[in-house]
């Protein structure tokens, strides 16, 4: 068995958890490779919600979409994923964030720790028993290593009755590289929580 590399397990882990019939969420569209992915493994009956504060993220993710023909699985929001609670209302069995900035776009435009927390709090109050929260921390670039470390701290102290917080990370790559934080919800949480 070969370790897998980080953005593969971060598949494997929503592969996981994300079935047929289920509301999944990207956080973070991007260019749409994980709002893709999520649509395929929902299928017909299921629905991704993706976020991006970016216009040009949200044509990208739609064009995406329509090349492989499954723009009726998903709504793509131009709206920070700090707003979910606004538009997710039902449960949820898996989500990802890949924290950052877009590749290809304007490098000062990335994801900042306070609504990344805020956003992590809002879905794990959504999510499903059983369900995940998978984020790929990109922290090599300006300000990503102060967002890196208040997640870490957010995520390090959810009650472990709650939340498994599982971090996986190649400890001897140079530059930076990202890593993986999975939070599975193990009991529902009580209303005072996260
Ligand atoms: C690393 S990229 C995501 C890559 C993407 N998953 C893909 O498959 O290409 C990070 C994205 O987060 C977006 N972003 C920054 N702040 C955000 C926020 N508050 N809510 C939602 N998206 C945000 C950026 O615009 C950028 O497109």
Redesign the pocket.
Known sequence: MKLERVLQYAQTLLKSVVLDGDIAV??????????LFLAQLVGDEGFVYS????K??VD??LHRLLDNGLEHRALILN????NIAQHVTKPVAGA?F??????G?NHS????SN??VT?IGSLLKLLKVGGMIVL?V?HGHEGGKEERDEVIRFVSDLPQKYVHVLRYEFINQKNDPPFIIALEKVKELPTTTA
Not at 51 to 54: C, G, K, P, S
Not at 109 to 112: D, Q, R
Request: glycine share 12%; no cysteine; hydrophobic share 35%.
């Open positions: 990207d956080a973070t569209a991007g260019n749409g490779h994980d709002t976020f991006d504060v970016q040009q993220a990208a993710t709206t920070g994923h700090e990802i890949n924290l950052g900035y877009l590749p776009g435009i990335v994801t900042k609504t990344t956003a790929v990109y």
